[in-house]
């Protein structure tokens, strides 16, 4: 076992939620040489055709990684894996926290062919394909932004891939949707937390609305927002509730995307496809996970 591989422990609680091995000549084989293949890839960020010979070929790493992205093997993997640990009491559900990062896009992650990619094997495009290839330009150049929503124990439970120049706030309402922890014992998953926590930027008529038939929620709310609330009188609404002992636990959030940061090819984006790196930030996701 290589350094950043997974360990025994850890492929015990992988290994029951992986595809089945087909018989002899089938597609898949070795799942834990491949998947550490791609581990190594996403943690230090070189080109595919540079992963080590000792996780078998490139190509076959590559491939199997750009599969499961496709046909959304490593969201159904990474829900398993949530389950586990919402059975097992892992999951902090008394305080979910969003926020955003931007992530600086390499020169090789531009220029993707403008047709529509297909799934291998099927007649129909990968679940989280994109047109504009999340994509966008700033100051800075290409970035692409990740939207996280992540509970108490700085894991994440449920992320949204955008261009880098898109707000924060209209995509609260995305992010908490993508939000599904099955239940062992069957029933619909848990979607809901015991409190939300976002910072100013999330603060907005459309958010509030929605959080207040949902869940409890603490976001601070900007001065100009403020003034005009107060300019229009009764008519502006109650002003909104603020605990500010709630919102010092807002800094989980951000612990969590320092976490997913670590690795290399999620804190800088070398993929062409937004489906091809939202299944590399999945699968950093599923390494935090694991971890104990």
Request: hydrophobic residues 30%; contains cysteine; proline residues 7%.
């Amino acid at each position: 076992m290589g350094r950043g591989d997974l360990s025994d422990d850890e492929w015990a609680r992988l290994e029951p939620h992986l595809p089945r091995r087909a018989g002899r000549g089938g597609r898949w084989q070795c799942h834990r040489r491949v998947i550490n293949g791609a581990g190594f890839r996403q943690r230090t960020g070189p080109p595919w055709r540079d992963v080590p010979s000792r996780f078998g070929k490139w190509k076959a790493v590559h491939d199997r990684h750009r599969r499961w992205s496709a046909d959304g093997t490593w969201e159904r993997i990474l829900r398993a894996v949530q389950a586990d640990a919402d059975a097992e009491g892992r999951i902090d559900w008394s305080m979910v926290s969003v926020d955003s990062t931007s992530c600086r896009a390499h020169q090789h992650a531009a220029g993707a062919h403008s047709r529509p990619p297909s799934v291998p094997g099927r007649r129909s495009t990968p679940v989280r394909h994109r047109t504009d290839e999340a994509l966008g330009r700033s100051r800075g150049g290409l970035t692409c932004k990740i939207h996280v929503a992540g509970e108490g124990g700085r894991r994440p439970l449920a992320f949204v891939i955008t261009p880098g120049q898109w707000g924060d706030a209209p995509q609260l309402i995305p992010v908490l949707e993508q939000i599904r922890v099955p239940r062992p014992t069957g029933g619909h998953p848990r979607t809901r937390s015991d409190h939300l926590g976002g910072d100013k930027a999330y603060s907005s008529r459309r958010n509030r609305r929605y959080l207040r038939r949902q869940i409890k929620h603490t976001i601070p709310e900007p001065r100009d927002q403020r003034a005009n609330r107060r300019r229009r009188g009764s008519k502006g609404g109650r002003p909104t509730g603020f605990d500010r002992e709630i919102y010092r636990r807002r800094n989980e959030v951000e612990r969590t995307i320092n976490r997913l940061k670590i690795f290399r090819a999620v804190a800088t984006r070398y993929d062409k496809r937004a489906y091809v790196f939202h299944g590399t930030v999945t699968v950093a996701s599923i390494r935090l996970w694991l971890r104990t």
